[in-house]
């Protein structure tokens, strides 16, 4: 484990929280606590953390309302953390994404566990930079929901068209590859390119503009002349 490992931990029972965040940090954990979810996701759009311990029943607030929230801004693996003993919340978290899903009363030795093997498990997987599961894309600074078909960057939420989205969608499954127009007019055209029409490149064009990426040459799609573009990975600070 290593020492400088950050946890955001979604607790409203004070007590136990208190407890628990004790026992973190005495075992190395950096951990940031709130006692309710909007609070929770804020300091998730500003900071990044390793692992993420969630509450479901949140007083007024619903707990896979608020991992919705927080997966916009976060890549890091969740565990929720609840009282509930309902087999159907089990399933229904398990199901959104979350990587455990413990029932309190818990042992503190078996929740460090948990932590341990979570960020372990994931670190080993996933690139530093670069986060991709079977709903979600994120290079730095940019976030891709595909199932909410939805794109932030810096938290921001873009305002694409249905054919932009399909187009980043397209090249940041392919980040460092180079993907030609041939390919992008056939996906989002439905038909073999002429090697005329200049669709592809309008589009190309609207969608820099609103990813921030007017630089010259752009540095996040970066265009190959003649034959296609590459999304760049490492441009997304």
């Known amino acids: 484990m290593t020492k400088h490992n950050k946890i955001l931990y979604i607790e409203d029972d004070l007590k136990l929280a208190q407890l628990v965040v004790n026992y973190l940090m005495s075992n190395g954990y950096e951990v940031d606590h709130f006692d309710n979810g ?8 500003m900071k990044k953390f390793d692992l993420i311990l969630l509450d479901i029943g949140l007083g007024n607030e ?3 309302d608020v ?3 927080l997966k916009r801004y976060q890549d890091s693996p969740i565990i929720f953390m609840t009282a509930r003993q ?9 199901e959104l994404g979350a990587d455990d899903y413990l029932t309190k009363p818990v042992s ?3 929740l460090l566990a948990k932590i341990n093997n979570t960020i372990r498990r994931t670190q080993q997987v996933k690139p530093q930079s670069t986060v991709h599961n079977a709903h979600n894309i994120r290079f730095g600074s940019l976030s891709i929901n595909t199932i909410q078909r939805e794109a ?8 694409l068209t249905s054919a932009e989205f399909e187009l980043l969608i397209q090249l940041a499954k392919a980040p460092g590859q180079l993907i030609s127009r041939d390919q992008l007019f056939d996906s989002a055209i439905g038909r073999k390119y002429d090697g005329q029409s200049r669709t592809i490149d309008g589009r190309i064009s609207r969608l820099r ?3 921030g990426d007017e630089s010259v040459p752009p540095q996040k799609i ?3 002349w003649g034959k296609g573009y590459i999304f760049s990975p490492q441009a997304w600070s």
Request: proline share 5%.
């Open 222 to 224: 970066v265009t190959v």
């Open 209 to 211: 503009k609103k990813l």
């Open 152 to 159: 932030y960057l810096h938290s921001q939420p873009l305002e």
């Open 62 to 64: 619903d707990g896979f």
């Open 86 to 94: 309902s087999q159907v919340d089990h399933i229904t978290g398990l």
């Open 108 to 110: 503190p030795s078996i």
């Open 67 to 69: 991992f919705k929230e």
């Open 38 to 45: 909007c609070h929770a996701c804020y300091q998730a759009s």
